[in-house]
């Protein structure tokens, strides 16, 4: 099958959008204030204590809440349709269905999305994956978290990357590895939304 590079670009998207939940779920509801502040400054949200953040959270009209995260989630699923497995695109689409009551079970539906797609043919996975690490980086980068083992795993798909005509990566990823800072990996998420719009 070959993967048009829009549909790319939603399938890197996914990865991040369900990273970036599974990270939030995992850590909430928040119970410390220290915890919520430094959580809150990191990615820049308007909360200052447990229950401002906790309340953020759950508010469907907050850009950050569960809510609007899986709207994201969901219209870019939608959108992959004919592209995916359909034993896959089923599997997900029934996922999305556990959640229109409430979000109880958000962890649990997260991972099992993150199964779908790790089981996915080479290119989607890859795509996918690429949106993980990106999101992993960018919440190791915000928290002061460990990124060894992210870096690991993202040299394997930039090689992966530069098979496929993604060559131009390597020399922000070089910079990154160098020198992980803020002003580095936006530079590196510029080069691969790029060649995204290029249509390599």
């Known amino acids: 099958m070959i993967l048009l590079t829009s549909n790319a670009e939603q399938i890197f998207w996914l990865g991040r959008y369900l990273t970036r939940v599974q990270y939030l779920c995992a850590a909430f509801p928040f119970v410390d204030d220290d915890r919520a502040l430094q959580y809150s400054k990191a990615f820049a949200l308007p909360a200052y204590n447990v229950e401002s953040l906790n309340t953020l959270i759950i508010n ?12 994201l989630i969901r219209n870019n699923i939608l959108d992959l349709r004919g592209v995916l497995d359909k ?5 997900l689409q029934a996922q999305m269905k556990i959640l229109v009551p409430n979000f109880t079970y958000i962890c649990e539906v997260v991972e099992t999305c993150h199964e779908v797609f790790q089981s996915e ?12 690490c ?8 915000r928290l002061g978290e460990s990124s060894l083992h992210i870096f690991k795993e993202m ?3 930039i090689d ?7 060559s131009a990566l390597n020399k922000p990823w070089q910079l990154l590895k160098t020198d992980f800072n803020q002003a580095s990996f936006h530079q590196f998420c510029d080069q691969i939304q790029y060649l995204f719009e290029v249509d390599v």
């Open 121 to 132: 043919q080479e290119d989607i996975f890859v795509f996918y994956s690429l949106g993980v």
């Open 160 to 166: 992966c990357l530069q098979k496929k005509g993604w």
């Open 60 to 71: 469907p009209e907050s850009y950050i809440s569960f809510h609007q995260q899986f709207q």
């Open 87 to 91: 034993q896959s695109f089923a599997s």
């Open 134 to 141: 990106v999101e992993n980086l960018d919440h190791a980068l």
């Open 155 to 157: 040299q394997w798909l």
